[in-house]
C-alpha cells in the first residue's frame, strides 16, 4: 500500500515538474517585435502602431521608446481587454496559448522632426529603444521604417474609393486631376516587392462614356482568381510611359503573400510627368495589419530566437 502511494506521489511530483519545464520552455526572455514596413510623409500628427508578442504571464506595456535622439510615447492603448472584477488588466490584439500579440501606437515629436523638412532628407531607421513598464528595456528590432519630407503635388491623382478583404486584397481608385503620364511605379523598400504583386488598370473617360457598363460592371475587384483580376501587372514591360487624359480613372490592384512575416503601411508610388512637363509622386496607401494563427506564432518565435 506505501508503495502504491509513494509512486503515486512520485508520478504526480515527474508531471508536475515535466509541465513546469515545458511552461517555462515556452517563455519569451523579452518581448518580440514583429517585422514592420512603414513609410510615410512627415506631418504634424505622424504616428505609428508596432506590433509585439509578450508572455501572459508578464504582458507589459510599452511606456516610450527612443529613435534618433527622440522620445516616442504612446497615443492610446488598443485592443481586447480581459478584466478582474471591475479593474482592466490587459489589452490585447489576440491572445495564444502562452502569449499575448499586443500593440502600442507611438506619436512621433512634430518639432524635433521638423530637421526633415528642413534638410529635405528622410529618417530611415529599423530599431528603436524600447522602455517597458516593468522597468526593463531592449533595442527591437521593429522591420524597417522610412519618413519623407513633406512633398508637394501628392494630389495630382485624386483617391476616389479604396477597400481591402481578407484575402490579402485590396484596392485603390484615383481620377487623374490633370492629363499626365505615368512613367512607372515604385516601392519605398526593396524588400518587399516580392511580397506585393499590383495590377494596374486605366479607365478612360472616353470609354466609360461609350460604354457605360465599364464603370457599372458587376465585379467586384476583390473577388475571384487574382489571375482573372482586372488590370495588368506592373512588371510588364510594354506598361508604361501609360498616358492618362484629364478626369481618367487609375485602379491599383493588390495582392500580399500568404506566407509573409512582415506587416505594412506604405505608399506604392505613381511616378511620371503632367503635361506641362512637371513631375509628380502620387501614392496609393497599403495599411496591413497582423492576424496571426498559433502555428504562426510560434514559427516567428523559432526564428527569432534561431536569429
Same mark, same amino acid.
Given at each position: 500500500?506505501?508503495?502504491?502511494?509513494?509512486?503515486?506521489?512520485?508520478?504526480?511530483?515527474?508531471?508536475?515538474?515535466?509541465?513546469?519545464?515545458?511552461?517555462?520552455?515556452?517563455?519569451?526572455?523579452?518581448?518580440? %517585435?514583429?517585422?514592420?514596413?512603414?513609410?510615410?510623409?512627415?506631418?504634424?500628427?505622424?504616428?505609428?502602431?508596432?506590433?509585439?508578442?509578450?508572455?501572459?504571464?508578464?504582458?507589459?506595456?510599452?511606456?516610450?521608446?527612443?529613435?534618433?535622439?527622440?522620445?516616442?510615447?504612446?497615443?492610446?492603448?488598443?485592443?481586447?481587454?480581459?478584466?478582474?472584477?471591475?479593474?482592466?488588466?490587459?489589452?490585447?490584439?489576440?491572445?495564444?496559448?502562452?502569449?499575448?500579440?499586443?500593440?502600442?501606437?507611438?506619436?512621433?515629436?512634430?518639432?524635433?522632426?521638423?530637421?526633415?523638412?528642413?534638410?529635405?532628407?528622410?529618417?530611415?531607421?529599423?530599431?528603436?529603444?524600447?522602455?517597458?513598464?516593468?522597468?526593463?528595456?531592449?533595442?527591437?528590432?521593429?522591420?524597417?521604417?522610412?519618413?519623407?519630407?513633406?512633398?508637394?503635388?501628392?494630389?495630382?491623382?485624386?483617391?476616389?474609393?479604396?477597400?481591402?478583404?481578407?484575402?490579402? /486584397?485590396? %484596392?485603390?481608385?484615383?481620377?487623374?486631376?490633370?492629363?499626365?503620364?505615368?512613367?512607372?511605379?515604385?516601392?519605398?523598400?526593396?524588400?518587399?516587392?516580392?511580397?506585393?504583386?499590383?495590377?494596374?488598370?486605366?479607365?478612360?473617360?472616353?470609354?466609360?462614356?461609350?460604354?457605360?457598363?465599364?464603370?457599372?460592371?458587376?465585379?467586384?475587384?476583390?473577388?475571384?482568381?487574382?489571375?482573372?483580376?482586372?488590370?495588368?501587372?506592373?512588371?510588364?514591360?510594354?506598361?508604361?510611359?501609360?498616358?492618362?487624359?484629364?478626369?481618367?480613372?487609375?485602379?491599383?490592384?493588390?495582392?500580399?503573400?500568404?506566407? /509573409? /512575416?512582415?506587416?505594412?503601411?506604405?505608399?506604392?508610388?505613381?511616378?511620371?510627368?503632367?503635361?506641362?512637363?512637371?513631375? %509628380?509622386?502620387?501614392?496609393?496607401?497599403?495599411?496591413?495589419?497582423?492576424?496571426?494563427?498559433?502555428?504562426?506564432?510560434?514559427?516567428?518565435?523559432?526564428?527569432?530566437?534561431?536569429?
Amino acid at each position: 500500500m506505501k508503495k502504491i502511494l509513494w509512486s503515486s506521489i512520485v508520478l504526480i511530483i515527474l508531471s508536475w515538474a515535466g509541465n513546469y519545464l515545458y511552461y517555462q520552455s515556452k517563455q519569451l526572455d523579452a518581448p518580440i %517585435f514583429l517585422t514592420h514596413y512603414y513609410e510615410a510623409d512627415n506631418h504634424e500628427n505622424l504616428q505609428f502602431t508596432f506590433f509585439y508578442l509578450t508572455n501572459k504571464s508578464n504582458p507589459v506595456d510599452v511606456q516610450y521608446a527612443e529613435v534618433a535622439g527622440m522620445e516616442l510615447y504612446p497615443v492610446s492603448s488598443q485592443g481586447f481587454t480581459v478584466w478582474h472584477g471591475d479593474m482592466p488588466q490587459v489589452q490585447y490584439e489576440q491572445a495564444y496559448r502562452h502569449h499575448y500579440l499586443r500593440s502600442v501606437t507611438l506619436k512621433f515629436p512634430a518639432m524635433e522632426m521638423a530637421f526633415i523638412d528642413e534638410q529635405n532628407e528622410a529618417l530611415s531607421f529599423s530599431s528603436m529603444d524600447v522602455y517597458f513598464s516593468d522597468q526593463t528595456s531592449l533595442t527591437a528590432d521593429i522591420g524597417e521604417v522610412m519618413i519623407q519630407p513633406l512633398q508637394q503635388g501628392r494630389d495630382i491623382l485624386h483617391s476616389t474609393a479604396s477597400g481591402g478583404s481578407t484575402n490579402g /486584397r485590396s %484596392f485603390t481608385s484615383m481620377t487623374a486631376e490633370q492629363a499626365l503620364t505615368i512613367t512607372d511605379i515604385s516601392f519605398p523598400f526593396d524588400k518587399v516587392t516580392d511580397q506585393v504583386e499590383v495590377k494596374i488598370d486605366h479607365r478612360s473617360v472616353r470609354e466609360e462614356q461609350w460604354n457605360p457598363s465599364i464603370s457599372s460592371g458587376s465585379s467586384n475587384p476583390l473577388d475571384g482568381d487574382w489571375e482573372h483580376a482586372p488590370g495588368k501587372m506592373i512588371a510588364d514591360n510594354d506598361l508604361f510611359p501609360m498616358s492618362i487624359a484629364k478626369n481618367d480613372s487609375v485602379r491599383l490592384l493588390n495582392y500580399l503573400n500568404p506566407d /509573409r /512575416r512582415s506587416y505594412f503601411e506604405f505608399g506604392i508610388y505613381l511616378n511620371g510627368i503632367t503635361e506641362d512637363g512637371k513631375p %509628380f509622386s502620387a501614392a496609393a496607401r497599403i495599411i496591413d495589419r497582423p492576424y496571426l494563427d498559433q502555428a504562426e506564432v510560434n514559427e516567428i518565435i523559432e526564428e527569432r530566437q534561431e536569429s
